[in-house]
């Protein structure tokens, strides 16, 4: 999904100079909050907070932002939300596979608008287990290339247990077991290198190559499933190719 990742990763770029900032800040946060409530709120004991706080400053969200959502996840201040984490899934346009991970605190409204989105933007809802089976839960590393080489990066991360590396564009990729996503950020750390997040997250095992219609298509879908504040990530097995990939960035 490289060229999916590709596209995120621009996307990911315009989003914070447009509306979008206040949604991804908000999911962010969430993170934070949920990291702390499962394992403690002291980010030295607890990889996924510390994780999750660096992932908000990379993006810029405010010191003191993150700092309460510690705090409102570690019980040590009050105000934090029952998260809970449902997962969804149907079929987008070319029957590409949609995964949609929810975290909310409201049951209703996230079913209500999930399937709106999806609906809406040429989606069906499908059974549990109908799509799920088609992805894995890896462990995922980004970073910036600086001047750094492929072989670099692979020479520093390959003992730590990192599976493969993918090539961005301006980012390089890594993944991994989730059990070994630790190791690899550790690895990256102690060779000196500045990773930019590191998460578990899904990622396709069979992938449904489209044209450039059907790019946009899937990329509409995404946008409103993600416009939705229960939605935290959407994940698809579209396969875009760089030709396709090059003439949807001259939107």
Known sequence: ??????????????????????????KLIKNIEVA???GGSDPGGNPTLFDA?????????????????RKRGGGEEAGG??????MYEGYGPNGVAVLIECLTDN??????EVRVAMTR??????DPGSVSYLFARKGIVTLDKNDQS???VLMAVLDAGAEEISDLGEQFEIIAEPTDLVAVRTALQEAGFDYDSAESGFRASVEVPVDVDGARKVFKLVDALEDSDDVQNVYTNVDISDEVLAELEED
């Open 1 to 26: 999904m490289s060229g999916h990742s590709k596209w995120a990763t621009t996307k990911h770029k315009k989003a914070g100079i447009d509306a979008k900032r206040g949604k991804l800040f908000a």
């Open 36 to 38: 702390a409530r499962t």
């Open 53 to 69: 706080i660096q992932k908000a400053k990379k993006s810029s969200v405010p010191n003191d932002n993150i700092e309460r959502a």
């Open 81 to 86: 939300a029952d998260w809970q984490t449902i």
């Open 107 to 112: 049951r209703n409204r996230a079913a209500g």
């Open 121 to 126: 933007n040429g989606g069906n809802m499908a």
């Open 150 to 152: 492929e072989d670099d």
